[in-house]
């Protein structure tokens, strides 16, 4: 048998921070960095006889998220403690929630290559996140750092229904874009802020019994998430195809090498020993509540797509790539306001923004120009105050130095060349120097005429008027 004969069955455990001020139980701040140790109180720190305060926000984060994926929200949640030693979980147990979570029975919709597809959410519960250790590189001791202990964790659990390593990535993507639109998260992954652990297992394909799972834990790169799947289900395949038998276990994914590793048994939720938190209230959720909630959330990536296809005309490609990222449909909107060209913007985007985010490695949201100055750029393209080729410069420019582009262009002088006589005097200068090109053109090579322009662009540097040059080449041509 082949891989072919085999279904891949993929579940995620997607633990999100939230974006409050203050941590999940205290008043600690949850900004990220800081001298170790230095965001902590007796009560993170779990100093004996602190008590846990629930930071009502927390719980208003977790509902948003629940309701903008379509769950149903608990009237009465409580949280629950889940016991296991670490030395970075300084109470050696966690609070979390277990049999009462605050938001079950929602679904997330993606697009794949073989049209849209639910998956399903068992549940999203609020938690605490652990510590953080700094292991000595020459293998001497670890350090512990409690800046992040009990900071607010959402974890989003999924059905089993994700069958490829695209699929897991498509709604990761998803899930990721959500919480940024309705503003719970910065899922900043590179700094632990979107994570996921994932469950990975094989059948052989027309059996409805699940595999024994591999569980890979916090990982937080797609393009590893997506590795570390199809590396994880061949070796299953393997394995079973030469006799043998999958273990249920907890696996190390290491990047450089590409394979995955063991580290210890998976845990159930009996190796927990889960029992509700003595500490804390019954979480009490009215209609009215989450009613409130709901008139707070933004217009969602669906509808604006459908708005950005439908009202302004784009293409189904572009609004797509477009609302993928709220900072990059922030953008589009706050230069569309200037502007009012959708299809300019978007191009300029899907270009020449994407590829700057790109090699910075950086968001839109942390562009070094505004998007009123995109805006403003693309007015003056408009208004043939600048070609399209100047303004690649200026945009260049606008990168290292942020200032308004009609202040880069009057710094640089790079107006365009409007004028007829300056435009005729050039046209037929560069006609006296290219006899042959005229030749060509009058011998049906109309790529003549795109030589003789460029070479008029390239004498103005770039700054006279392309159509103007093109429509007097051609009258000059036809003479």
Known sequence: MSKEDYDIVIGLEVHSELSTKTKIFCSCPTEFGGEPNTHCCPVCMAMPGALPVLNKKVVEYAIKAGIATNCTIAKESKNDRKNYFYPDLPKSYQISQFDMPLCTNGFVEIETENGPKKIRLVRIHIEEDAGKLNHDEYGRGSLVDLNRAGVPLIEIVSEPDISSASEAEAYLKKLKSILEYIE???????????????????????????????????????????RAIEYESERQIEVLENGGIITQETLRWDDVSGKTFSMRDKEDAQDYRYFPEPDLAMIRISDEYVQKISKTLPEMPEKRKARYIEELGLPEYDANILTSSKHLSDLFERANNVCNNPKAVSNWIMSDIIKILNEEGIEADKLPFSAEQLGKLINLIDKKTISTSIAKTVLEEMTVNPKDPEEIIKEKGLIQISDEGAIKEIVLKILEENPQSIADYKAGRDRALGFLVGQAMKQTKGKANPQMLNTMFLEELKK
């Open 184 to 226: 719970v998260s910065d899922c900043k992954m590179q700094e632990g802020s979107l994570r996921a652990d994932v469950n990975v297992s094989v059948k052989k394909k027309g059996t409805d019994e699940l595999g024994t799972r591999t569980e890979m834990k916090n990982m937080n790169s797609f393009r590893s998430i997506v």
